[in-house]
């Protein structure tokens, strides 16, 4: 703990106890949701220290609450999570190897993954990722807890605008990225396919398909990147216009 | 809960799976040496999926539109954070932003 403290330094560290705080709010929220719609208290917590990716437990609640069958349930959260193997492809060596990885891969989430990204080092993308995945890992299911227990009294969070905190954390730690035009035109093309997608496709496939958006780097400057097609999952090629 | 050993087999279903999403980056990355372009290429990706999952969840619940509310304390959020304003700043507008916006009537 107190070499994370040193590498990353106190401002780095207070944004992510922020970051953790709204995750643990939000857990607040997902633990009285899930007891009101008619899970044990214990389910909410062992869900969220086990599967530990918010989005897709809330989705698993949702449908096994109206009746769905939780096996379908599960592959609907797996489609939700499966942004975590681009992410770990994405991020340089911060899981650790051996048996630490074992805890080093469950910690990986959007917010340990977006802090880990903004730092400019290895040994800083390496503190950023372990101090924010374990601040989750405390902070989630910690919040779960208290919420079930705190059943309806906390239910309406977003009466407080805290549904607005997520995508503003994330935003706020990819800006730097964006300020490339490159990654910025493909994040924008990737961002509206994701919209234009979201009414007809179930959740968490819009966010995958968003990945075509990558398609802008194909022909760009004298970028090597610009001799490759798009990656999988691209299904109109967009022609290769030779590079010089 | 109505069946409680289905429900657990559910859930450790998703918890194994996304976890077995998680493991396997770090050894395909740890396997394979990539070339520069490919890691290039792999860090513009988390950069595209984190603004679709901003975007969608900023903009949609569910199937639909979120409300006015969300992406405008979003919105004000993503300003603020070009404008390199603290992260505590930005989180907060976002948050008042949006919690005002509602308390005005605001859907």
């Known amino acids: 703990m107190s070499s994370i403290y040193r590498t990353l330094g106190r401002d780095a560290l207070r944004d992510i106890a922020l970051a953790c705080l709204a995750v643990w709010v939000i857990g607040l929220s997902y633990g009285a949701i899930a007891v009101a719609s008619g899970f044990p ?33 599960a592959l609907a959260g797996l489609l939700v999570n499966a942004r975590h193997l681009p992410y770990g492809l994405a991020l340089p060596d911060v899981t650790g190897r051996g048996w630490r990885r074992l805890l080093g891969a469950h910690v990986m989430n959007d917010e340990s993954v977006v802090f880990a990204l903004a730092q400019e080092d290895l040994p800083r993308k390496r503190a950023a990722y372990w101090a924010c ?43 730097p990225a964006l300020r490339d035009r490159v990654t910025a035109a493909a ?27 990558l398609v802008v780097l194909v022909g760009r400057r004298a970028d090597p990147a610009a001799r490759e097609p798009a990656p999988a999952r691209e299904t109109a090629q967009a022609p290769t216009k030779a590079a010089r | 809960m109505k069946d409680t050993t289905l429900v657990v087999a559910g859930m450790l279903t998703l918890s194994a799976g996304t976890f077995a999403f998680r493991f396997s980056g770090p050894v395909l990355r740890e396997r394979i040496a990539f070339p520069s372009w490919v890691e290039r290429l792999l ?65």
Do not use: Y
């Not at chain 2, 860090?43 to 639909?64: C, D, F, I, R, Y």
């Open chain 2, 43 to 107: 860090e513009v990706a988390a950069v595209v999926l984190l603004a679709a999952l901003v975007a969608t969840t900023a903009l949609t619940k569910g199937h639909g539109f979120a409300g006015l509310a969300r992406p405008a304390g979003v919105l004000v959020g993503g300003v603020l954070a070009w404008r390199k304003a603290p992260f505590l700043v930005v989180v907060l507008a976002a948050a008042g932003t949006t919690a005002v916006l509602r308390l005005l009537g605001v859907p």
């Open chain 1, 187 to 213: 994040a924008g093309f990737g961002a509206v396919i994701a919209l234009v997608t979201t009414p007809f496709l179930p959740a968490g496939l819009p966010v995958l398909l968003a990945l075509a958006g």
């Open chain 1, 133 to 175: 995945g374990l601040g989750v890992l405390i902070c989630w299911p910690g919040g779960a807890a208290l919420g079930a227990l705190a059943g309806s009294l906390l239910r309406d969070t977003n009466a407080f605008g805290l549904d607005a905190t997520f995508p503003a954390v994330i935003l706020a730690l990819i800006v």
């Open chain 1, 41 to 73: 208290v214990w389910f909410p917590v062992a869900q969220s220290a086990l599967v530990l990716a918010g989005a897709s437990e809330f989705l698993f609640i949702g449908i096994v609450a109206a009746g769905g069958n939780p096996i379908a349930a």
